[in-house]
Nanobody
Framework: QVQLVESGGGLVQAGGSLRLSCAAS??????MGWFCQAPGKEREFVVA???????LYADSVKGRFSISTDTAKNTVYLQMNNLKPEDTAVYYC????????????????WGQGTQVTVSS
């Protein structure tokens, strides 16, 4: 069972950037994704990538966020640029077997989350 640990959250002004990291406990062919959950809202899909390189983005982050991997470190990164106050949320890393999807119900493994706060 893979374990995921996120890091890199924090407070940033609107227009700024942050990079989140998700370290996996093992190397695998999992699809890795990022989701976010704002207070009072459901957890939403942000971006995901599978081991073949297929990437799926939520429309709200296209052109601003990007996902990358360092296979040597078993780590997935979420680079967030041009952040907006509405991006404020807890960001979760998730993993699933097989191909990438944007459905949180498809992901079996979750990290503990890291808070991202964007001030206006």
């Amino acid at each position: 069972q893979v374990q995921l640990v996120e890091s890199g959250g924090g407070l940033v002004q609107a227009g700024g950037s942050l990079r989140l990291s998700c370290a996996a406990s093992e190397r695998s062919t999992y699809a890795m994704g990022w989701f976010c959950q704002a207070p009072g809202k459901e957890r939403e899909f942000v971006v995901a990538r599978d081991w073949t390189g297929n990437i799926l983005y939520a429309d709200s982050v296209k052109g601003r966020f990007s996902i990358s991997t360092d296979t040597a470190k078993n780590t997935v990164y979420l680079q967030m640029n041009n952040l907006k106050p509405e991006d404020t949320a807890v960001y979760y890393c998730a993993a699933k077997r097989g191909q990438v999807t944007g459905r949180k119900e498809d992901y079996n493994y979750w990290g503990q989350g890291t808070q991202v706060t964007v001030s206006s």
